[in-house]
């Protein structure tokens, strides 16, 4: 039987380049590690804020994957399961919350997978810095697909992807690139970063635009997805190290600000920032999710904790890892969901939104 941790918090409700690749073969269904849910240890997360009438209230779950594992980032799969990449181990992993059992798909010699992110047929697709490549796994056969680089974009640091209203598959390299994958032709197209190195985070807009975030040089960046060019946008904190970047329902664009511990918002239309520094003495803002209800998530590194953001009522609330630390890099999720990995501990986490009592 699976033994996973649980906690019940309260918390107040808020008002809300251009070459071409190869195209490897797809080869047979991809071997598979399976491994209950080891036990945890009970929680001790608590959300701190000040609740008011008709709270919000969260079931906060922690769950193992394999030893080893290194889980970086996740991505809710479509049939209710949750996948992640095992970085230390070069492999794409799936975890079962009905179940608590996981598999994990090898990627191939030398994988060293980063960023997941979920297509509309289920497949999830991977950027994979061990093998300077994208690479697709089909959700029914765990067949692997890899698209590499082409030559000459070697040692990229492949960190993140997004979709495009095409389906094509956009990516960030921190070595100073971004690029995009076409899964209907399997062309691969690089391009050099207007500023050089750090792209990072990315996301699309409901409008279809793509944004990426520049990690060593503090900015955001929009890009032209006809026409591949990347236009910088300065945030108006000087230095502040932008990590990851997530669209909310309005096409405005949030903002995790590594460097100066603070969430920004970028809106587009109004070309307007806002930025708040998250509470603490000492806060690192890793990873950015916003939520069905445009909740901004992040992890705090400085405080080991996930943090909610209401952006009507400008109120922070935090749930302290149960990892100590838990190094949280990425957070992701689908109605009433919000799912981290705990990079440091080998398991992911989940904070389930419940009806106010």
């Not at 918090?9 to 491994?35: H, K, M, N, Q, Y």
């Not at 970028?266 to 890793?286: C, F, I, M, N, V």
């Amino acid at each position: 039987m699976l033994t996973r941790s649980r906690t019940l918090l309260c918390a107040a409700s808020f008002a809300v380049i251009a070459a071409c690749g190869d195209r490897a073969a797809e080869g047979p269904r991809a071997s598979a590690t399976v491994a209950p849910a080891e036990p945890s240890a009970t929680a001790t997360a608590r959300a701190t804020g000040t609740p008011s009438s008709g709270a919000l209230r969260f079931e906060v779950q922690r769950f193992a994957v394999p030893a080893g594992a290194g889980p970086h980032d996740v991505a809710p799969a479509a049939d209710g399961g949750v996948w992640y990449t095992a970085q230390r181990q070069g492999a794409l992993g799936y975890f079962d919350p009905k179940t608590g059992k996981t598999r994990q798909i090898p990627l191939g010699a030398g994988s060293s997978p980063h960023g997941v992110i979920v297509a509309a047929d289920g497949a999830a697709w991977v950027t994979d810095s061990g093998l300077n490549a994208i690479v697709r796994v089909d959700s029914k056969t765990d067949g692997v697909t890899v698209f590499p680089l082409p030559a000459g974009r070697r040692g990229a640091n492949l960190n993140t992807a997004t979709f495009d209203r095409r389906g094509r598959v956009w990516f960030t390299g921190q070595s100073g690139i971004y690029g995009v994958v076409d899964p209907a032709t399997a062309e691969v197209r690089v391009f050099d970063a207007p500023r050089g190195a750090g792209p990072y985070g990315m996301t699309t807009t409901p409008d279809g635009t793509v944004w990426y975030a520049s990690l060593a040089g503090s900015h955001i960046a929009r890009v032209d997805v006809d026409s591949g060019r990347a236009d910088a946008v300065e945030p108006p904190t000087a230095r502040q190290g932008a990590r990851r970047v997530w669209s909310d329902s309005r096409g405005r664009v949030w903002v995790s600000e590594w460097n100066a511990g603070q969430v920004a918002m970028y809106d587009p239309t109004s070309k307007q920032w806002t930025e708040r520094r998250l509470p603490g003495e000492a806060p690192q803002a890793y990873a950015v999710y916003v939520d069905e209800r445009d909740a901004v998530w992040l992890s705090d590194f400085g405080a080991n904790a996930l943090v909610r953001y209401d952006p009507a009522s400008g109120q922070f609330q935090s749930f302290p890892l149960a990892g100590k630390p838990g190094n949280v890099r990425q957070i992701h999720g689908r109605p009433g969901e919000v799912w981290a990995a705990e990079s440091a501990t080998d398991h992911i986490v989940l904070i389930r939104t419940l009806p106010a009592e």
